[in-house]
């Protein structure tokens, strides 16, 4: 991977990003870089290998997001006020458009020219990716006319959530139908251009879309339940921890796990009593894969293994009261092989035990038949799996546990037979459990559309539904900004405005 990466960074400097950003969605104050040389034919258009572009747009779309861990109440600060945490961030950046999309649409163009259908497939997922988590973020945003600064395009419109979702399901039913095992996938850090693996996630991909749009009943032309049970029932998914859409990290440089030296997770980041007590009152021992002891439980020489060692802080009380666990020592921080191993474990944008928990929450509401069960006990087994997997001395926190057993305890076991409200409470419980440092903000969209797991807030907070659009785009596409403001939110940018996906 090493040398993947390296070529991609080197050769992206070959061509323009002044070339790729023409094709954008934004007026930007300025394009100008210092990768803005072309040593080719200025009267010819800028050309790079699909390949080149691939390994890039992977890398920097599989990253870890640390933000989402204060917001869904894993993690807490003790060195200041942290805007996630207490539920108080305002605006966020359109940067993915010139950063992600932008060179997802230069690879399918490049694709084009060497009839590549793999490459443009897998650009369709990408672009997916992307506007699927900007209308998360926001609500309506420019699709139908982004990316398209060629064609004159250069303050696009904003196309309404309902018609992004649509739209995105469409171009992922394209790339299923698009992918395949005869042309070479080269620059696949992925999956190391295995066109079944991407396959299963397309279409798993596709059910995530739809399971987030559990509050409405149509998406555009899609029944959901029925495009649901019609991609479960007829097309390829991931099927074990193998097929995880994940990126693995390698010790080497630009390489390497994305918190891998960070100043704060070595210092002043905790862990939030209220995640680290789900495990805690379920004896489950990925605890002591996320957690490091309390300093007291060091000191007295507890085992690794002894519950007892762990406490977090409160992420409703104040920074300060949170910093004075830290005195008493009786506070874990973040398990110091999220910023001290250089490889730690793979980073997902979905994975299979998130697929079988989906499958699992469309079981419980009855969009496929059958049991819930089998998929839910799937998920737990497999996130288990996971860890043993990818932790390093994995014996050291797992020897002697028993995943049946678990299985079989009062607050994990399923029973189809119980209340819907309470078995969707099961499954997104077990879900919020598998995702730290994980699938980037998932949890808390599930929390925004579920309720589940309850998180805690401070009194008279209440937990925001999306972010307020970039200041640049009031000075750049103000006119139709307004208009998708209005459309949406009665002309207010406001964080507690309640986007259309949870209406």
């Known amino acids: 991977m090493k040398n993947n990466i390296n070529v991609a960074a080197k050769s992206l400097k070959k061509f323009s990003i002044k070339t790729i950003a023409v094709a954008g969605l934004l007026v930007l ?3 100008e870089t210092d990768l803005d040389k072309i040593n080719e ?3 010819d258009q800028a050309s790079v290998d699909p390949k080149v572009l691939l390994t890039y747009v992977s890398k920097d779309a599989f990253q870890v997001n640390g933000d989402n861990m204060y917001a869904s109440r894993m993690m807490i600060g003790t060195d200041g006020e942290n805007t996630y945490q207490y539920m108080k961030w305002n605006d966020a950046s359109f940067e993915v458009y010139t950063k ?3 060179n997802t649409v230069k ?5 084009e020219k060497i009839n590549n259908k793999n490459y443009s497939a897998i650009g369709k997922f990408y672009r997916a990716y992307y506007f699927f988590n900007l209308s998360l973020k926001f609500g309506s945003i420019p699709y139908t006319e982004a990316a398209k600064g060629e064609a004159g395009i250069t303050q696009p419109k904003y196309d309404s959530q309902e018609t992004v979702m649509a739209g995105i399901l469409s171009e992922l039913k394209e790339a299923n139908d698009l992918i395949n095992s005869n042309d070479k996938i080269e620059g696949d850090i992925i999956y190391n251009g295995d066109a079944t693996k991407w396959k299963k996630l397309i279409n798993s991909f596709r059910l995530k879309i739809l399971i987030t749009m559990s509050k409405k009943t149509t998406l555009g ?3 959901i339940a029925n495009e649901f049970a019609s991609i479960a029932g007829s097309q390829a998914l991931m099927t074990s921890i193998s097929d995880n859409g ?3 990290f390698a010790d080497a440089a630009d390489s390497r796990y994305t918190m891998f030296n960070n100043s704060g997770y070595g210092s002043s980041l905790y862990m939030a009593d209220y995640f680290i007590n789900l495990f805690k009152a379920r004896q489950d021992p990925r605890l002591f894969t996320f957690a490091a002891q309390t300093t007291a439980a060091k000191e007295a020489g507890k085992p690794i293994t002894d519950f007892t060692g762990y406490n977090g802080g409160n992420p409703t009380s104040s920074y300060s009261d949170n910093a004075a666990l830290i005195t008493a020592k009786n506070i874990s921080k973040v398990n110091d092989r999220f910023y001290k191993d250089p490889t730690n474990e793979p980073s997902s944008v979905l994975s299979y035990p998130e697929l079988e928990f989906i499958l699992a929450e469309a079981a419980a509401r009855g969009w496929i038949s059958g049991s819930a069960k089998p ?12 860890y043993q997997t990818y932790v390093k001395n994995p014996g050291q926190y797992f020897s002697g546990f028993d995943v049946n057993q678990y299985l079989a305890s009062p607050l994990v076991a399923y029973n189809d037979a119980d209340p819907l409200q309470n078995r969707l409470e099961k499954i997104m419980t077990q879900k919020y459990m598998t995702m730290f440092h994980q699938s980037q903000w998932t949890s808390y969209y599930d929390y925004l559309r579920t309720g589940y797991p309850n998180y805690p807030l401070q009194t008279g907070v209440s937990a ?3 972010f307020r659009y970039p200041q640049a785009e009031y000075s750049y596409n103000s006119t139709n900004l307004k208009a998708a403001l209005a459309a949406q939110y009665g002309g207010n940018d406001n964080i507690n405005s309640k986007p259309w996906w949870l209406q």
């Open 464 to 466: 925001p539904f999306r």
């Open 246 to 248: 994940e990126l693995k």
């Open 100 to 102: 992600g999309i932008l």
């Open 375 to 386: 998929h839910y006990d799937n998920a737990v087994k497999a996130s288990f799996s996971f």
């Open 221 to 223: 032309s899609y029944n």
């Open 29 to 31: 104050a300025s394009c």
């Open 41 to 43: 034919n200025p009267n």
């Open 107 to 111: 690879m399918m163009q490049e694709a």
